[in-house]
């Protein structure tokens, strides 16, 4: 079953303004990722959370992690056209369990 | 700084063939993930090795099978290729801190796979 599930699917907003992406999971984690994919290409890892951390920031980028909502947001301040792209988050469970589960991405598109 | 290499970047494949993918992970990361991506789809994790010894087993069809080499690259190899095995294939690799914990996962620019 889908781990996690990003909120909202699409967003589009105009270029300079932020922009929040949630995603929820179902199980325990160990850790939560954050990935950018441009359209066909490569996995650009942005941010990784763990969870005994509640925010982390990176540049533009700040995250959060609730667990006990099991829930992230990224919120991307002052975008820019080149942050037009696909975020996904994917979950670590930790333990013997080595894949990520992604969820299904929220695609973002920043007006010029 | 070093990144994932993988190999080729581009197959086109008939019905029936069989596939190799290859990958090389970043320097000194001791695990090696696949992934699949299919169109407009998430990526969903096939397989893991770690320091060469399998390690974890995802959504992986029978007629894939993989392993990683003494040199610590990986190869994919995918056999009776059906078109929906057409997709991205990524490989990522990442440090084990110890059991349970691992750092970030970083993947390569992908394969994409073509079965027609």
């Known amino acids: 079953s889908q781990q996690g599930e990003e909120d909202p699917q699409a967003l589009s907003i105009q270029e300079g303004e932020n922009a929040t992406m949630n995603c929820s999971y179902k199980?325990?984690?160990?850790?939560l990722q954050w990935y950018r994919q441009n359209s066909g290409r490569g996995l650009v890892h942005l941010i990784l959370?763990?969870?005994?951390?509640r925010e982390k920031h990176s540049g533009r980028l700040r995250v959060t992690l609730d667990t006990s909502k099991k829930s992230s947001s990224l919120l991307i301040t002052a975008s820019r056209a080149a942050d037009t792209a696909s975020y996904f988050c994917?979950?670590?469970?930790?333990?013997?369990?080595?894949?990520?589960?992604f969820g299904k991405g929220t695609h973002l598109i920043i007006q010029p | 700084a070093a990144g994932v290499i993988q190999s080729p970047r581009h197959l086109i494949k008939e019905k029936r063939e069989t596939a190799t993918l290859k990958c090389y992970p970043i320097?000194?990361?001791?695990?090696v993930y696949w992934y699949q991506q299919g169109p407009g789809q998430d990526p969903q994790f096939l397989i893991s090795?770690?320091?060469?010894?399998?390690?974890d087993k995802g959504s992986i069809p029978d007629r894939f099978s993989a392993q990683q080499f003494s040199d610590y690259h990986s190869e994919l190899n995918m056999s009776s290729l059906e078109l929906g095995d057409s997709a991205l294939y990524f490989c990522?690799?990442?440090?084990?801190?110890?059991?349970?914990?691992?750092?970030?996962?970083?993947f390569g620019p992908g394969t994409r796979l073509t079965v027609l």
């Open positions: 990522a690799s990442s440090f084990r801190l110890a059991w349970g914990y691992k750092d970030e996962q970083f």
């Open positions: 199980t325990s984690i160990n850790n």
């Open positions: 320097p000194r990361h001791d695990t």
């Open positions: 994917a979950t670590d469970a930790g333990g013997g369990a080595d894949g990520l589960t």
């Open positions: 090795f770690y320091e060469k010894m399998q390690s």
């Open positions: 959370i763990r969870s005994n951390e």
